[in-house]
C-alpha cells in the first residue's frame, strides 16, 4: 500500500501558485526527497499533506486516508518536524514532549513516560529534561523536534528541512538519526530539503520541485544519468602522451576523447559503458599505456539539481 | 483535549513575565494601592473645602445623594469616590487582563513560531479555540474576583472607623459590576483579541488595538464623575446586554478567522 499518494495537488494563495499540480506516491519504508530551492513549494505541500492547509485543487491520500475528508485521522497517524522547530521555549524538554504526547493521544501515563524516556534518550536528552527548550542548542531543539513529532510513533513523518542551519556535525547526526529511523523504525518519509547531500545519502527517490512545479522524478541515478546523453570513462594513467591519446581516438566507440596531460587523465565519451570500456582499455595497454584506474563518470547530484531546476533542457 | 491545551498555555503563561508583571501590578494599584492612598494620605482626597464637597454633591444624581445623608464630609468623600466612582474604573482589570493573555495565546504564538506544530495535533478547530478562551477568561476571572476580594478588605477595614464599623463594601452594584459585568467585558476583550490576533503577527500589536475597549470604560467612569450616567442596576443591566452583544458578534468573527487554512496562509 502506498503510504502517501498526490494527484494533481495544488495550492495558490490568490494569484501566486504555490503548489501547481503536483502528483507523486510516496512507498512504505520509504524515504522519499522533495529537492528544490527556496520557495519551491515544498513546504505548502507538507502542510498540505499534514492537513493544516487545504488544497485548491487536487486529492492526497495519507494511508489511503483523504487529506480533506478524514483531517483529523490522517493528523494523528504522521508526525510533522515543521520548518521550525515549534517547541515552546518556555516549557522543558520534558514538558514538550508531555503536551504532544497526550494531544497524539498517549492517554496511558505509564505508557506516555516510557516513550517519552526511551526518545530523549535515543536522542542524547534525557538528562536535559528538565531544562527549558530555551536554553538548548539549536542542534538540540532540531533533535527534540524530531523526537516530538515521532512521539506517538506515526507510520508516516514529514521532515522539513532537517538540517538547515545545523553545523556539520549536527547536521550528521541528525541525518544519522533519519538513517536510523527510516531503517530501524519502518516508517516513510517525506523529507524536504534544498541540501543535496541530504537527500543524496537519505533517499531512495527524489522529485526535484521548482516554482511549485515538479521538474522530475526519480532515484539519485536515474537523475543524474538523465543529465548525461552518454557515459563517460575517466582513465587515469602513469605518462599520459600523444600515442595512447591517438589510439584510444582511432577507436570507432569513442565519440569524444578529452585528455589533461597535467593530471594524467583521458575522459572518454561512448555510447556504451559496458561494452566499451574494455576495448578502450585494449587500446591503451596496447599503446604501452600504464593505467592506474578505470572510473565510470557519473554527474553528482548537485550538477543535475542545478542544471534541472535552472530549466536547462535535459538531454536524453 | 481544550483542557490539554489550557494546561500547556497556562504553564507558558505563568513563566511570561512580560504577561504576568501587567496583571499583577495593575489589579495591586487599584485594588491597595488607590484605596489606601485615598482614605490614609492626607490630602489623598478628604481635605477638600466643604464649598467643593458641595459641589461635587449637587453633581451627583438624587439616588446617591439620599444613600450619602447623613455621612460626615470624610465618609462622603470616600464613599463617593471607592463606592461610586471607581465602580466602572475597576473593570479595567478583567480588560488588561484578558486582553494580555489572549493576545499572548493567539497571536503570542504565531510571533514564536510554535502554531504549526500546534494546528498539526488531532484536535478540531473547535477544541483549540475553546482552549485558548478558557486559558484568557479564567485567570482573567480569578485575578478580578481575587482583586475585588482583596479592594473589599482593604476598603472596609481601612474605613471601619470612618463609617462607624459599617463595612461599606460589597454593595449591589459592585456585585453585578464583579460577577455581571466583568466576564462579559473579559469575553469581549478575548473575542476582540482573538478577531485582531488573526489579522497581526505579534502580540504586541494584538494587545495594543484591543486597547481600544478601554474607552468605554473610561467613558463609564467619566460620565459617572460628571453626573452624566448614575450606574444603577438597570444601566447595568443595559451595559451588560451591549457587551454580551459585541461579544457574541467578536466571538463569530473571531471563530470564522481562527481556521488552520486560514491562519497558516498568512504566515505562509
Redesign the interface.
Known amino acids: 500500500m502506498l503510504s502517501i499518494e498526490t494527484h494533481g495537488l495544488t495550492k495558490r494563495?490568490g494569484l501566486f501558485t504555490?503548489v501547481d499540480h503536483l502528483s507523486f506516491s510516496v512507498g512504505e519504508g520509504e524515504v522519499f526527497g522533495l529537492l528544490g530551492p527556496n520557495g519551491a513549494g515544498k513546504?505548502?505541500t507538507v502542510?498540505m499533506l499534514?492537513?493544516?492547509?487545504?488544497p485548491t485543487e487536487g486529492s492526497a491520500t495519507i494511508d489511503g486516508m483523504n487529506i480533506e475528508k478524514d483531517s483529523?485521522?490522517v493528523?494523528?497517524m504522521?508526525g510533522?518536524l515543521?520548518?521550525?522547530p515549534?517547541?515552546?521555549?518556555?516549557?522543558t524538554a520534558q514538558?514538550n514532549m508531555e503536551?504532544?504526547a497526550?494531544?497524539?493521544?498517549l492517554a496511558d501515563q505509564r505508557k506516555r513516560a516510557a516513550r517519552i524516556k526511551e526518545l530523549l534518550d535515543f536522542f542524547g536528552l534525557w538528562d536535559r529534561r528538565s531544562d527549558?527548550v530555551a536554553r538548548f542548542s539549536k542542534g538540540m531543539k532540531q533533535k527534540l523536534?524530531i523526537a516530538?513529532a515521532i512521539v506517538h510513533s506515526p507510520p508516516i513523518v514529514y521532515l522539513d528541512e532537517p538540517t538547515a542551519g545545523l553545523d556539520p556535525e549536527s547536521a550528521k547526526s541528525i541525518r544519522d538519526l533519519i538513517h536510523d529511523l527510516s531503517r530501524q523504525g519502518n516508517h516513510s518519509i517525506l523529507l524536504c530539503t534544498h541540501r543535496l547531500e541530504d537527500a543524496e545519502k537519505l533517499c531512495h527517490r527524489v522529485m526535484i520541485v521548482s516554482k511549485g512545479k515538479s521538474v522530475v522524478t526519480g532515484t539519485v541515478e536515474e537523475l543524474t544519468a538523465r543529465i548525461q546523453a552518454r557515459p563517460i570513462i575517466q582513465v587515469t594513467l602513469a605518462g599520459l602522451n600523444q600515442k595512447i591519446v591517438d589510439a584510444v581516438k582511432e577507436s570507432d566507440l569513442a565519440r569524444e576523447v578529452v585528455a589533461d596531460d597535467s593530471a594524467g587523465t583521458m575522459t572518454i565519451t561512448v555510447d556504451d559503458y559496458e561494452s566499451s570500456a574494455p576495448e578502450i582499455v585494449r587500446r591503451i595497454v596496447a599503446a604501452d599505456g600504464r593505467i592506474h584506474s578505470v572510473d565510470r563518470v557519473r554527474p553528482s547530484l548537485e550538477e543535475a539539481y542545478l542544471k534541472l531546476v535552472k530549466g536547462n533542457p535535459i538531454e536524453n | 483535549?481544550a483542557l490539554?491545551v489550557f494546561r500547556?498555555d497556562w504553564?507558558?503563561i505563568r513563566?511570561?513575565w512580560q504577561v504576568i508583571l501587567p496583571i499583577i501590578v495593575m489589579p495591586i494599584a487599584i485594588s491597595v494601592l488607590l484605596p489606601s492612598f485615598i482614605i490614609l494620605i492626607p490630602g489623598g482626597g478628604q481635605q477638600s473645602s466643604p464649598e467643593g464637597v458641595a459641589a461635587l454633591l449637587e453633581s451627583l444624581p438624587a439616588e446617591l445623594r439620599a444613600e450619602l445623608a447623613g455621612l460626615n464630609q470624610q465618609a462622603v468623600i470616600i464613599y463617593i469616590f471607592l463606592v461610586y466612582l471607581l465602580a466602572p474604573f475597576f473593570l479595567i482589570i478583567p480588560l488588561l487582563a484578558s486582553t494580555v493573555i489572549a493576545a499572548d495565546s493567539f497571536a503570542g504564538e504565531k510571533e514564536?513560531?510554535?502554531?504549526?506544530?500546534?494546528?498539526?495535533?488531532?484536535?478540531?478547530d473547535s477544541e483549540l479555540f475553546l482552549g485558548k478562551v478558557l486559558v484568557s477568561f479564567v485567570p482573567s476571572m480569578i485575578v478580578t474576583w481575587s482583586s475585588f476580594a482583596i479592594y473589599t478588605a482593604v476598603v472596609d477595614v481601612l474605613s471601619f472607623s470612618i463609617f462607624n464599623g459599617r463595612a461599606i463594601l460589597p454593595n449591589l452594584v459592585w456585585t453585578l459590576f464583579i460577577f455581571g459585568l466583568a466576564p462579559l467585558v473579559a469575553l469581549t476583550s478575548i473575542g476582540l483579541t482573538v478577531t485582531i490576533s488573526a489579522r497581526v503577527k505579534g502580540f504586541r500589536e494584538a494587545q495594543q488595538i484591543s486597547a481600544i475597549l478601554l474607552v468605554p470604560i473610561l467613558g463609564l467612569f467619566f460620565g459617572q464623575l460628571s453626573g452624566a450616567v448614575f450606574l444603577g442596576p438597570v444601566i447595568i443591566g443595559l451595559l451588560a446586554g451591549g457587551f454580551a452583544l459585541v461579544a457574541a458578534i467578536v466571538f463569530q468573527i473571531g471563530v470564522r478567522l481562527f481556521q488552520?487554512?486560514e491562519i497558516?496562509?498568512r504566515l505562509?
Do not use: H, W
Not at chain 2, 112 to 124: F, G, H, K
Open positions: 494563495f504555490a513546504t505548502t502542510r499534514a492537513c493544516l492547509l487545504a483529523l485521522r493528523r494523528q504522521v510533522i515543521t520548518e521550525n515549534s517547541l515552546y521555549e518556555r516549557l514538558e503536551f504532544f497526550e494531544a497524539y493521544g527549558r523536534a516530538r | 483535549m490539554l500547556k504553564r507558558e513563566r511570561n514564536r513560531r510554535t502554531i504549526e506544530a500546534l494546528l498539526a495535533i488531532p484536535i478540531s488552520r487554512d497558516l496562509a505562509a
